[in-house]
């Protein structure tokens, strides 16, 4: 099942103006446009693909749809979907038989972060969806989501969700080693590590990061992490190395950052241990390949392996 749930904007919201449902041998067994209940303030065509011309002669109401979906689908059919919410919440159903793709699948973000339906289309189907200049279509994505619950129970339960063991998640962890933590980050970033022992404390800027930090060293937490992006944009903004050295931006930036860490070792207590990471290298060169896919995955982690390195400075305050 898939619904335009985030359709026509009217004085109520927005509200379900099409939906599509197809059986599990990927058939659309139904799909129709629906007239909203409130008089469209914008109809938001170029996500939703829907226009005046296309809905004036429909006549179907989300009421006329409810009561076509209990005609057609058993008592204990189960609803297959991604973000099912969204779907249930603009039909105005409550259904508790289903299976959703956005939690069977990981996004690989971290337990806080729900996988996009495209993103798992191009990841385990190779697949290319919502990529039409018309707009929306749900029935596409509920063949996507009918293939992607297809394909798991092939594979199995494990399949799509991130191996034990392999989760790099530094706060996930510290929380299995019982240890209190604190991340310092950007908003989004901090997020992800806000679970268990970990406190995550969003940061807009370095100078509120590096401050958070140093009021926060005084408490009784064991691990403190603070992401510096002084040098980022620098670095995105050069296509050589040679760009980057001679980049006028580039003293004072290591110059915050130099400061930065002297503040903060300053302030560490007696027998702690600090590191600093430079974070991730460059890679100038443009990959170019006209290859198979399976070369294409090797040259990728090639690339992938040489960006990972970077350089980590110890030093124990005495």
Not at 11 to 34: F, R
Not at 269 to 288: H, I, Q
Request: glycine share 6%.
């Amino acid at each position: 099942v898939s619904t335009q749930s985030t359709g026509c904007k009217t004085a109520e919201g927005s509200e379900v103006t099409q939906i599509a449902v197809v059986d599990s041998n990927l058939n659309c067994i139904y799909k129709t446009y629906i007239k909203p209940d409130n008089p469209i303030i914008d109809y938001v065509t170029a996500f939703s693909g829907i226009t005046a011309e296309i809905l004036a002669p429909i006549t179907t109401t989300l009421g006329d749809v409810v009561k076509h979906l209990n005609n057609i689908l058993p008592p204990h059919a189960m609803f297959v979907g991604h973000s099912l919410e969204n779907d249930l919440r603009a039909l105005k159903l409550y259904h508790d038989k289903v299976i959703d793709t956005a939690t069977i699948y990981s996004s690989g973000k971290g337990t806080n972060f729900k996988p996009s339906l495209r993103f798992l289309a191009m990841r385990y189907l190779k697949a290319k969806i919502q990529d039409s200049s018309n707009g929306h279509d749900p029935s596409e994505d509920a063949m996507t989501c009918m293939r992607l619950v297809k394909l798991k129970v092939k594979k199995g339960p494990k399949f799509g969700m991130s191996a034990p063991g392999t989760d790099t998640s530094l706060s996930v962890y510290l929380t299995k080693q019982s240890k209190s933590c604190v991340f310092i980050d950007k908003p989004i970033v901090a997020q992800q590590h806000c679970r268990g022992l970990a406190q995550a404390l969003p940061a807009t800027t370095d100078q509120i990061g590096l401050d958070t930090l140093l009021r926060r060293l005084s408490s009784k937490s064991e691990f403190y992490w603070l992401h510096l992006y002084r040098l980022e944009p620098i670095y995105r903004s050069c296509t050589t190395i040679h760009d980057m050295i001679n980049n006028p931006q580039l003293l004072p930036a290591l110059k915050f950052i130099d400061d930065s860490i002297k503040s903060i070792y300053s302030q560490l207590p007696a027998d702690t241990l600090l590191m600093v990471f430079s974070g991730c290298s460059g890679y100038w060169k443009k990959p170019e390949f006209n290859g198979s896919d399976e070369a294409m995955k090797k040259l990728m982690a090639n690339i992938v392996s040489q960006v990972r390195r970077g350089l980590l400075f110890l030093k124990v305050k005495n």
